[in-house]
């Protein structure tokens, strides 16, 4: 490659990044004029009514304002994914700590792993019946491998020697574990709240969906399909995009400034 | 910099045996038996493979002899102590904590007092040669420094002995060769006892009072070498090569 191909590189490379969702945007709204069927494909215009009024609970026609439930929804899986940590973070510390913790939890854990988190929803309602319960029983079923796994990869992931180590400087357990397994294990385990921060949030809105539900991103979105407002669903589609990438983003953020060490490291 | 006490470590008959897969045993260290004397600085040299990492371990308190034992000041050793501390080959520091904060770290879990800590930590640095560097991380500092920093974070928490698992052999030999005449100060300075555990015949014979030669396995001591020479060591005089040749006929036997 030469000097002048590589000057233009960075402006083509961004070229390219755009290129396919202009492409979609444009064609969406052809196909939309051609189609002239709002219950199939609304107009662009109409969507981004929707997006532009936030506030307004009429033009979603009595199912709540899309910030309301979006709110409800952020507060939701906020609650469920705090119950996965809680319970997670722990147990994955004991079972990379401990054989014996291992060898009691892990054959169980195999079990419930592949379990997709949705499969759950007959079981959530019998038990909890419809409700908050259901919901973060739900979320808390998705976040809680991703971040189980990941506490687990990074507990074993800690050097032998910075153990031993702290042993030698006079270090009793509670010290390794506060003071050299935790920050050790730190990145890893943010990974997994990364990951398992993103799962939960795609099982608020589709838990939301279940019968009986009357608030959040979900039930919007499945109410308008009832009410043949497509240009709601796809305006909540994109609210829910949105606050999935805006919220990895700030986990990358954290990653970025706390861990540095990780990558720098080897 | 402290008073040298009268410290003993003995190393009274010490044998292990590990399990090879299923139930075969083999023999990796066999009936060690040496005594170190207080700020002797002592190098255990083998060639790999035999045992004197798991020695220094056992040393430690990091590992357990199959029979035998290790004596310090009269106490089996059974346990890491902060008495005797360890320097790893690869430094262990903390790569989320600052020069400071490792060199801290032992003072911090002995429970020193927080406004104690800093005029400890800033001493460590100067000794070694790092004033200034205090607030960058590990992966800032060349490989050198790192072990420096690795090497007076132990001497922190005032260790009577020194264990160091071949802390120079991931450095280049420019660097090794400054950091054995710097392990020589600190050493001169700090009258530290310093089990120094290595391959190279060469850093051996530059840095020890004694050298413990230990056979392939399994390890017993092929013998322990007395080096006089006054220091600092000339590599190149022909008094240095003629103990070299002999330490190395020793290890070729």
New interface residues.
């Given amino acids: 490659m030469n000097r002048s191909s590589l000057k233009h590189a960075i402006p083509w490379c961004s070229f390219l990044k755009i290129i396919l969702p202009v492409a979609i945007i444009v064609g969406w709204e052809v196909a939309a004029i051609l189609l002239n069927n709002p219950f199939i494909l609304p107009r662009l215009e109409t969507v981004f009514t929707v997006l532009l009024n936030p506030f307004s609970g009429e033009l979603t026609f009595g199912s709540g304002s899309l910030f309301d439930n979006a709110v409800i929804s952020l507060e939701r899986v906020i609650a469920g994914f705090l119950v996965a940590a809680a319970l997670a973070i722990p147990l994955g510390i004991g079972m990379g700590r401990s054989e014996l913790v291992h060898d009691l939890f892990d054959s169980l854990m195999q079990l419930l792993r592949p379990i997709p988190p949705l499969a759950w929803v007959p079981l959530a309602l019998a038990w909890f019946k419809i409700g908050i319960v259901s919901i973060i029983f739900i979320i808390g079923m998705g976040a809680f491998f991703p971040l189980l796994l990941n506490t687990l990869d990074g507990v074993k992931g800690v ?1 032998k ?2 153990i ?9 357990e509670r ?1 390794i574990l506060s ?2 397994i935790l ?2 294990a ?1 990145p890893t385990i943010w990974t997994g709240l990364r990951v398992g921060f993103g799962i939960a949030w795609m099982c608020v809105v589709a838990a939301e969906m279940m019968p009986g539900t009357n608030s959040g991103l979900g039930y919007l979105i499945i109410s308008s399909y009832n009410f043949g407002q497509v240009p709601v669903i796809i305006a909540g589609m994109i609210i829910i995009g949105i606050i999935g990438i805006g919220c990895d983003y700030l986990f990358k953020v954290v990653d970025r400034h706390s ?1 540095a ?2 990558e ?2 080897r | 910099m402290e008073g040298a006490g009268t410290m003993t470590l003995k190393i009274d008959h010490l044998s292990k045996l590990f399990v090879k897969g299923g139930r075969e045993q083999a023999t990796s260290l066999s009936d060690i038996n040496f005594e170190v004397g207080d700020s002797e600085f002592i190098c255990l040299l083998g060639p790999s493979g035999c045992g004197k990492t798991t020695l220094l371990r056992i040393i430690a308190g990091l590992d357990y002899p199959t029979s035998g034992s290790v004596l310090m000041d009269g106490t089996v050793v059974d346990r890491p102590n902060p008495k005797l501390g360890m320097i790893f080959q690869d430094y262990s520091l903390y790569p989320w904590r600052t020069v400071n904060e490792n060199i801290a770290f032992g003072l911090e879990l002995q429970g020193v007092k927080k406004a104690d800590i800093p005029p400890v930590v800033e001493k460590y640095l100067a000794l070694a040669g790092l004033s200034g560097f205090g607030n960058s991380y590990p992966y800032e500092l060349s490989g050198g420094m790192r072990q420096r920093v690795a090497v007076v974070r132990a001497l922190a928490v005032e260790p009577s002995v020194l264990l160091m698992d071949e802390p120079f052999g991931a450095l280049d030999a420019q660097t090794r060769n400054k950091l054995q005449h710097d392990i020589i100060d600190i050493w001169v300075k700090t009258r530290k006892t310093i089990i120094f555990v290595t391959h190279s015949v060469d850093e051996a014979v530059f840095l020890a009072d004694r050298i413990v030669v230990l056979s392939p396995r399994p390890g017993h001591i092929r013998e322990i070498v007395t080096i006089e020479q006054p220091r600092p060591r000339d590599r190149t005089s022909v008094e240095f090569a003629k103990v070299r040749r002999f330490v190395l006929d020793l290890i070729n036997q």
């Fill in positions: 050097k020697t910075w031993e180590a702290a042993q030698i400087l006079g270090a009793k010290q003071r050299v920050p050790g730190a861990f060490w990780r720098l490291e």
